[in-house]
């Protein structure tokens, strides 16, 4: 049976696939995804085409360097309304996120791919569409409070799966594409490769 890499430091990510009973080792692609996103961006990709290009890119890097394994790449973008965000840099950052996402609904483009070999043998893009409550200055003080140093941790400035869940009125779409890997789709395709067995 392959060896199965994660090519990230995302603990989230980890932490899916830990919990779903796979056994992965984590070895981070270390890509310049800024450089990425603004050269795709120039040529009019979409935030769906962004997530799936740093996916591959993170993947095959990876597989270079371990050709039997199974590396698996992921990515998530966040799109409101046409403007892209990224993890925020501080607590300022943090506040201007919620600010901005206050009463709007965004999209969430997590994508998936796995490469053996240096090639790409599968990819999936899951979205979901978030819809956050309307947010007081006082509100966004204190969940920036309370969640910490964290909130730099994920784009948007939440995490769905802990005290984020308090910024949210509707979500539509898959919890584990909101999470950043859309997880049902990946161990579809690990069962029928063999690659887990339960």
């Known amino acids: 049976?392959?060896?199965?890499?994660?090519?990230?430091?995302?603990?989230?990510?980890?932490?899916?696939?830990?919990?779903?009973?796979?056994?992965?080792?984590?070895?981070?692609?270390?890509?310049?995804?800024?450089?990425?996103?603004e050269a795709l961006a120039a040529e009019g990709a979409s935030a769906r085409d962004v997530a799936d290009a740093l996916?591959?890119?993170?993947?095959?890097?990876?597989?270079?360097?371990?050709?039997?394994?199974?590396?698996?790449?992921?990515?998530q973008t966040l799109d409101c309304e046409?403007?892209?965000?990224?993890?925020?840099?501080?607590?300022?950052?943090?506040?201007?996120?919620?600010?901005?996402?206050?009463?709007?609904?965004?999209?969430?483009?997590?994508?998936?791919?796995?490469?053996?070999?240096?090639?790409?043998?599968?990819?999936?893009?899951?979205?979901?569409?978030?819809?956050?409550?309307?947010?007081?200055?006082?509100?966004i003080e204190t969940y920036l409070n309370r969640a910490g140093d964290d909130v730099q941790t994920s784009v948007g400035a939440y995490r769905l799966e802990g005290l984020g869940a308090q910024l949210f009125e509707k979500v539509e779409g898959d919890y584990f594409t909101v999470l950043g890997l859309p997880l049902l789709p990946l161990l579809d395709f690990f069962r029928r490769h063999g690659a887990v067995t339960i």
């Open 1 to 37: 049976m392959p060896e199965i890499i994660l090519a990230s430091a995302s603990s989230a990510r980890r932490m899916l696939l830990e919990n779903a009973g796979v056994t992965a080792r984590t070895e981070p692609a270390h890509v310049d995804e800024d450089s990425v996103k």
């Open 55 to 75: 996916a591959e890119l993170k993947a095959i890097k990876i597989s270079n360097r371990h050709p039997e394994a199974f590396v698996i790449g992921g990515d």
């Open 82 to 139: 046409g403007r892209w965000f990224d993890k925020p840099e501080d607590r300022e950052g943090a506040k201007a996120h919620l600010e901005a996402l206050s009463g709007r609904t965004h999209s969430l483009q997590s994508a998936v791919c796995v490469a053996q070999g240096s090639q790409v043998l599968w990819r999936h893009v899951g979205i979901a569409r978030l819809t956050m409550r309307i947010l007081d200055a006082d509100f």
